[in-house]
């Protein structure tokens, strides 16, 4: 019998455990059930029980392997648990415990539990909605990012959409969910870029923005809340979607609004940031009081369509940077196509950076073993004017090859003016040096003095990989 203290009651647990019970807090306060809510990219969330306060709670649990990659990413995850435990707002999820298992490796956080789950899934059950539910239910979420928002500096959640948005539905209760979480375990995964593609402002992917991004997204929430349709399903993966984003170029769901005052409203969501209004003013819009214009009547709307994913663009994404961002490096000319690359090894990291000009460009790819099977990869292409492409990709070493990847990458982020062999010999290189064995499907025999064909980082990757 395990018998632990939890406040000033006493738990008491016999054993053998119940077969529903996975699993069972230090305090013995939080029980885990055998029934799963939801299942991300980094963590599952299960249904749970509190024994102190006798209510139903979520159980959230990521694995940490997966999400800190280093010290400094534990201390980030800290603090930004703490800033959610502080916040309090009847239009926030509530933020109730946390605690990390060292022996299970893994970030355990209990919030408060919605038994009509996300808002999507919520739509997805309920077909037929009143005009007037749906502007409550944007008033609660506008509500919620005021609060946000007010504070100084302000919170931006960055990953708003109808599955991190929450409901009761007995009350009709609304509150904004994963909250800060996801920023912390996206930003630090390389391979990751903070956000849905298919919700994220154009400002989002330069990394320039303010809280304005949530407006945006909030935008699209309600698309999706009218038509059932994730933003932008009409693209195959998410360097279709960055360039429609950043051209300008609407989701075709916007059409099949067919409430105008609805589409105007959301239409104000989508302009650009400068022209963006903020929460504050949206809750005040004519649109959205109890007595609008708009006819209170139920509508009955298509099924949803889930997005399509390509082979390779779902695990790449394109974003533009201006000059600022971008170092030349000092040992590359523009004008000389025909120098050796320059070889880094990165400090501090089990990465290489490779550099080489061509066409008037210069490339800088970067790489580092994302585990056993997988290489996340960066490249940057620089032109005469300094304006910069960043790639973000994951290499798969068990079934990509250097032209695959760099023949799709050339057609579908249109680098026409790029010579696939060329990055084929780059992403080569770069392997040569980091992976031990690496057979290259390209001859860089032109580019790799003799003495550079094997090197030191064959020994530290084969350690820091177990190979």
Known sequence: MVVAESGEDVAVHAEPPDPDVLEIDPTSRYIMYNEVLGKGAFKTVYKAFDELNGIEVAWNQVRIEEVLQKPEDLERLYSEVRLLKSLKHSNIVRFYNSWIDDKKKTINIITELFTSGSLRQYRKKHKKVDMKAVKSWARQI???????????????????????????GNQGEVKIGDLGLATVLEQSNAKSVIGTPEFMAPELYDEN?????DIYSFGMCMLEMVTFEYPYSECRNSAQIYKKVSSGIKPAALSKVNDQEMKLFIEKCLVPAPQRLSAKELLIDPFLQANGSAKSRPFALPDIVMPKIGAFGDRCLMSEAPASTWNRPSSLDLGSDSELPVIKFLDNSLGIEVRRANKGHIFLLKGEGNDENSVSLILRIADQNDRVRNIHFLFFLDSDTALSVSSEMVEQLELADQNDVFIAELIDLLLLNLIPGWKPCVSIDHLVPPNRR????????????GV
Do not use: A, M, W
């Open 142 to 168: 506008l509500t919620g990012l005021v609060y946000l928002h007010s504070h100084d500096p302000p919170i931006i959640h960055r990953d708003l959409k109808c599955d991190n948005i929450f409901i009761n």
């Open 209 to 213: 923005y303010n809280e304005l991004v």
């Open 454 to 465: 094997r090197t030191s980082r064959d020994h530290q990757y084969s350690q820091g990989h």
